[in-house]
């Protein structure tokens, strides 16, 4: 299928590793300008170098979502003209919501759905300029089913699910769609903290507890980030032109509620 992805601008955040980075490859696969966007100058262009390039422009920016003014700053000195933005950020460490500081609502509140928001007030007048425009929200299953032991990630993942689920009313009259994916079990950095973690409060091994969390999934296995990727650059694409305003779990079946 072509997916007709050529001559499109499209912002990646947290494309340094992951969904983000695999994601960022497959636009670049399907004839997209990408933009990387993450904190990590060296690892950035890692991934520009690898992303494919045929006569494409490709290209970085740098920002800490920690800090959404540095954010501002960074957009207001770059040209903006994206038809497509994928927000993708690292999740709010885990713990129970009864430990959980105030800080550490602010600081996820400010990294995923303000800088968000920060992204999309820069990025949607030349989307309405052009008739098109594609944001895609990668946020987590926990905004249908809260997950045990990620009481602020739970809270927060549902804000930024609300948030994107009133934007795409918005908007939608203009061309452009905004929708979420909801990666289950992922292969990525992210998922051996939370393994790691598990196998210590029930004094099991890694190995074990890997196994435990294969058998949650009706697939009996983890993700892998191109497979999350895939969904999302099919989202990012004309062929999706009429979905709108949705969260898609990628999750191998492990969400009970429809």
């Keep these: 299928m072509n997916l007709e992805l050529k001559d499109k601008n499209a912002l ?12 960022a490859i497959m636009l670049a696969a399907e004839g997209a300008n990408v933009t990387l966007l993450a904190r990590n100058k060296q690892k950035l262009q890692q991934v520009l170098e690898a992303l494919p390039n045929n006569n494409q ?3 970085y920016l740098i920002a800490d979502f920690s800090n959404p003014e540095e954010l501002k700053n960074v957009l207001k000195q770059n040209k903006l003209e994206f038809h497509i933005l994928i ?11 009864l430990d959980a500081t105030l800080e550490q609502f602010q600081n996820a509140f400010a990294q995923h759905l303000l800088c968000n928001h920060i992204l999309v007030q820069h990025l949607v007048p030349f989307m309405k300029q052009e008739a098109f425009g594609r944001i895609i929200n ?12 990620l009481g602020v990630s739970n809270t927060i993942r549902n804000a930024v699910g609300n948030w994107a689920k009133t934007l795409s009313e918005e908007i939608a009259s203009f061309g452009i769609t905004v929708n979420n994916v909801l990666p289950g079990f992922t292969e990525t950095e992210r998922l051996n903290e939370i393994i790691k973690i598990k196998a ?4 099991t091994s890694i190995e074990n507890m890997t196994e435990i969390m294969k058998n949650y999934t009706p697939a009996k296995r983890f993700a892998k980030p191109e497979e999350t990727a895939s969904a999302i650059t099919f989202l990012a694409s004309n062929k999706a032109s009429y979905i709108n305003g949705i969260n898609l779990p990628v999750d191998g079946g492990r969400t009970k509620s429809l």
């Design 138 to 149: 990668v946020i987590s299953t926990s905004v249908k089913e809260p997950i045990p032991g």
């Design 57 to 59: 422009q490709h290209n």
């Design 200 to 203: 210590q409060k029930a004094d």
């Design 87 to 97: 927000n993708n950020t690292g999740g709010p460490r885990s713990g129970a919501i």
């Design 12 to 23: 990646v955040c947290g494309s340094t590793q992951g969904i983000g980075k695999a994601t």
